[in-house]
């Protein structure tokens, strides 16, 4: 069956980076787009951005431009999303979604169980 | 960017109650629905306005088109109480909805 699995919990302090990684199976790793998805304690969902496993290429929103980069290690069937100079405000879930191939423009289907990265002083 | 707003913000109804989401575009778009119960990621429920992904109940529909979309549970399960989000996946951005809450009344 299609899992993504997702890293733990971090705590972060201001200015730090982090990296969420989201391990995949029960599918053809580079047949199927990657998106992040984040949700701040008590809101709505914010999409961050997408990633083909099969090109590794890549679209961020522009929110996240410059601060956050995605890529894909095809040994392990993993995607890793990094997120630099993290100030309070990126205090949330972040979730990795898979896209409904073919194609970059399609709804997720499946979802991972989220981490919760945490920043503080 | 596209928008996506999403009525009412709240619904209070009673288990057995129908229920009726609205989710209201700022163009024309490709639209799915998900449910997230709280502390779990969201679940597809909807696709293509209106086709039902693996494993929902019959209970859920989808209608719309174009900018105009409604999600409604016919007979609300205890289950069902739950945070409900439009998403467009047409366009990118890709953007949500900002949810609408189906608490027990």
């Known amino acids: 069956q299609v899992q993504l699995v997702q890293s733990g919990a971090e705590v972060k302090k201001p200015g730090a980076s982090v990296k969420v990684s989201c391990k995949t199976s029960g599918y053809t790793f580079t047949s199927y787009y990657v998106h992040w998805v984040r949700q701040a304690p008590g809101q709505g969902l914010e999409w961050m951005g997408i990633i083909n496993p099969s090109g590794d290429s890549t679209n961020y929103a522009q929110k996240f431009q410059g601060r956050v980069t995605m890529t894909r290690d095809t040994s392990t069937s993993t995607l890793n999303m990094e997120l630099s100079s993290l100030r309070s405000e990126d205090t949330a879930v972040y979730y990795c979604?898979?896209?409904?191939?073919?194609?970059?423009?399609?709804?997720?289907?499946?979802w991972g169980q989220g981490t919760l990265v945490t920043v503080s002083s | 960017e596209i928008v996506l707003t999403q009525s009412p913000g709240t619904l209070s109804l009673s288990p057995g109650e129908r229920a009726t989401l609205s989710c209201r575009a700022s163009?024309?778009?490709?639209l799915g629905w998900y449910q997230q119960k709280p502390g779990q990621a969201p679940r597809l429920l909807i696709y293509?306005?209106?086709s039902r992904a693996t494993g929902i109940p019959d209970r859920f529909s989808g209608s719309g088109s174009g900018t105009d979309f409604t999600l409604t549970i016919s007979r609300l399960e205890p289950e069902d109480f739950a945070v409900y989000y439009c998403?467009?996946?047409?366009?990118?951005?890709?953007?949500f909805g900002q949810g609408t809450k189906v608490e027990i009344k």
């Open positions: 293509g306005a209106s």
């Open positions: 163009q024309s778009v490709q």
């Open positions: 979604a898979r896209g409904h191939g073919p194609g970059s423009y399609s709804y997720f289907d499946y």
């Open positions: 998403q467009q996946y047409g366009s990118s951005p890709r953007t």
